[in-house]
């Protein structure tokens, strides 16, 4: 099955400061993968998504971007942290070999960022 | 146009009562899949059911149980005998099957109460 390590867990940075949250996949292999952002009461927000090494989609533009330098891993950045860049941000994951049925998405633990 | 709509904010009830939270969805897409995910306080994004569009019975795993009503276009979570641990956000999502990246699009989320 699969398994997403994200980290940090939680995170306090300045207005202006620079941003890097990682998220790596194990037991599976050229998954999708999605980073959400859910505000404080808030549902999630689709911001990114990845089908393949390199390939980004962006949902929302916003002052975020993300890479895919490996297959299993996927990266959120920022240059300039907001203070509107608060939240709780998850990364998921579907496995790629799954048909329309295939209820496979697996979430990490989160990130609880908040701006200050 | 929201895709998914979960009109209630908050919903309360005492333990050993059912409970149904609400969610309509919109699309013009025959193939697609609805599901419902629990959060509790630690952000975690608990699975709890799916039901695929093509499914001709009501999904149900355990207290849950999906009532699919596919020309109302809702799908809504019944859970029978509410226990004190379900009382967490609970999150109506859905996955059109021409939707890029097979993203999960989310509603806004119901927070659920249990009491004794």
């Known amino acids: 099955s699969q398994t997403i390590h994200q980290w940090p867990a939680t995170l306090v940075q300045p207005v202006g400061s620079p941003l890097s949250l990682e998220c790596t996949v194990e037991?599976?292999?050229?998954?999708?993968l999605y980073w959400y952002r859910q505000a404080a009461g808030r549902g999630l927000q689709l911001l990114f998504y990845?089908?393949?090494?390199?390939?980004i989609s962006s949902e929302v533009p916003q002052n975020l971007s993300a890479s895919r330098p490996q297959d299993r891993q996927f990266i959120l950045s920022s240059k300039k942290l907001l203070l509107s860049d608060s939240g709780f941000y998850l990364c998921a994951c579907l496995n790629r070999q799954g048909g329309i049925s295939n209820y496979g998405y697996t979430f990490g633990s989160g990130t609880r960022l908040t701006v200050v | 146009a929201q895709k998914i709509t979960q009109t209630q904010p908050g919903m309360f009830v005492q333990e050993k009562e059912a409970v149904t939270l609400d969610c309509t969805y919109d699309?013009?897409?025959?193939?697609?899949?609805l599901f419902w995910y629990k959060q509790p306080s630690s952000g975690e994004m608990i699975f709890l059911i799916y039901?695929?569009?093509?499914?001709?019975q009501n999904a149900t795993e355990g207290r849950y149980s999906l009532n699919f009503q596919k020309a109302r276009k809702s799908a809504n979570l019944v859970i029978s005998a509410s226990q004190l641990g379900d009382s967490a956000m609970y999150f109506c999502a859905m996955r059109e099957s021409n939707q890029a990246g097979t993203a999960l699009i989310f509603g806004k989320g119901t927070t659920l109460s249990v009491s004794s």
């Open positions: 990845s089908v393949g090494i390199g390939q």
């Open positions: 037991g599976t292999s050229n998954p999708n």
């Open positions: 699309t013009s897409d025959p193939s697609y899949g």
């Open positions: 039901q695929g569009s093509y499914d001709q």
